[in-house]
């Protein structure tokens, strides 16, 4: 009999990029929620979308010498989401994410809203736990517009949780928000640091804040990266990383305590020459060729 934490999970036929690899330490869950989305709507239908363009890019990392081809992914398929419900949907999420996590393996979750972050981290063993998350706003407000479950609050709910974050990219910010940042110790690099200081730098400053974390996760809003590179996001923001810096700061911090990462808010409907999904696809491929590298080459 299926596990009771897997009853909101429906399996696909459709499978990210076509692997059905049920070895693989891998997995990919799609969670399609988008009830927050104040600006641009549509992010439900990524999970579906990227599956689909990820059959057209090569699935061999040059930047880690990893065959992700050979390792492949078990695309365990989607969580089944509550039309209106965020906080029922996020613990949903959460049975679901910690069913896999028990089972060892490291989920790759594709919103779907940035929210959704905060029910893969409830699912997930969170003493110790440090989440690095790429975004163009801190995402640390007490609440948006009188709702705490809330796209804009998703960092401020995981840092109530206990975990330390770190977010790169930074440069859409409220006054409220540098000051809880300020007094949480919650450190942030703008685009303009990570232009100036480089990959490498960036990486040795925030692997040394991590040193007494137990665990890593990752969190990649994708409005964090230029709109330029990434248009068909819910909420863009100019200014922003490029993928190549994103992509050389992932492979230097990741290490053996990667315990999963996510991907979020890239809307389809204004994604329209579908160059945002590519990169969302691409990125997925070498953050899991990275993890793969260092925890089992
Ligand atoms: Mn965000």
Redesign the pocket.
Known sequence: MKDSRLFYLNENNKKFAGFNKETSPFIILGIPMDITSSFRPGSRFTPSVIRDTAQYIEFYSVRTGVDMGEIGFNDVGDVILHPSAVEENLSRISSIINYFVENQNIPISIGGE?TITAGVIRGMKREGLCVISF?A?L?LREEYMGYKYD?AC?MRRISEYGVKIIEVGTRAVSKEELEYAKYKGIIFFTPQQVKTLGAREVSRKIINSTQECKSLYISI?M?GIDPAYAPGVATPEPEGLDPSTVLDIINLVVDKRVIGFDIV?ISPPYDTSGITTVLGAKLIMETAASIYKAKWL
Request: charged share 55%; aromatic share 0%.
């Open positions: 940035h975004d706003h995402d796209h998703v809003d409005d808010e």
